[in-house]
């Protein structure tokens, strides 16, 4: 059995940085280049969709300074990345109420979905000032604004992954063992991982491990 769509909670890069005695932003650097490699190692082993948690709504109360490194490393990093992602045709999609984040970065998101669209090799998600309470809220407002009631696919079409594959895998890195506001209504039956390391000591082989657990799991969907 094989997980066409993972989920990652890319939890404790702060932590990482603070065992190390350095500035958190150090850890959300070295948790960028992770995410890139285990993206690159997950579409080769047959994801075929891969959601990373990078910033939640509650993660926008954090200091200014942290918030101001986190959005340096976008700033350096994303428009390179993109081509990247391009040229091994991975479309980049990325989900969040945006509004809430610096208007250069919302251009730079634009353009990067623009210039990956059409890939056929893997779709990755970047979930981006989202909370899943508040995209179930949206969704559930536009029902009220419809003025009629809608069946469970319906509702599912209103959410940022309408045109994604169900979830199959949630992994949560750094000891947590909660999902902390992330794709509540899309994990309903989705398999739960959870890792002792912190995101940036999280490797291809950590993930293997991961992703062959998944494979001996007996998903019944409350069948029996």
């Not at 350095?22 to 960028?32: D, E, I, N, Q, T």
């Not at 893997?122 to 989202?130: D, N, P, S």
């Not at 045109?163 to 063992?177: M, Y």
């Amino acid at each position: 059995m094989d997980a066409n769509h993972v989920a990652v909670i890319m939890d404790g890069n702060g932590r990482w940085a603070k065992k190390r005695l350095l500035p958190r932003v150090a850890g959300h650097r070295a948790g960028f280049h992770r995410m890139l490699a285990l993206a690159d190692h997950a579409f080769s082993r047959g994801v075929k969709c891969l959601t990373l948690f990078a910033l939640s709504t509650e993660n926008l109360l954090r200091p200014k300074e942290e918030l101001d490194g986190l959005y340096r490393i976008f700033r350096e990093y994303f428009p390179e990345q993109s081509l990247k992602l391009k040229q091994k045709g991975i479309t980049l999609r990325v989900i969040g109420d945006l509004s809430l984040l610096p208007e250069d970065i919302r251009k730079m998101i634009a353009e990067a979905t623009a210039l990956t669209a059409g890939g056929d090799k893997g779709t990755l998600v970047l979930a981006l000032a989202y909370g899943a309470r508040q995209e179930i809220a949206e969704a559930a407002n536009r029902t009220v604004r419809a003025g009629k009631e809608i069946s469970e696919e319906e509702f599912s079409a209103l959410l940022y992954t309408s045109d994604l594959p169900p979830l199959d895998l949630l992994i949560r890195t750094g000891g947590e063992f909660r999902l902390s506001n992330f794709l509540l209504y899309q994990a309903a039956y989705a398999e739960l991982y959870f890792s002792e390391k912190f995101f940036p000591d999280f490797t291809e082989k950590d993930l293997d491990r991961a992703l062959q657990e998944y494979s001996l799991r007996n998903r019944r969907f409350g069948r029996i």
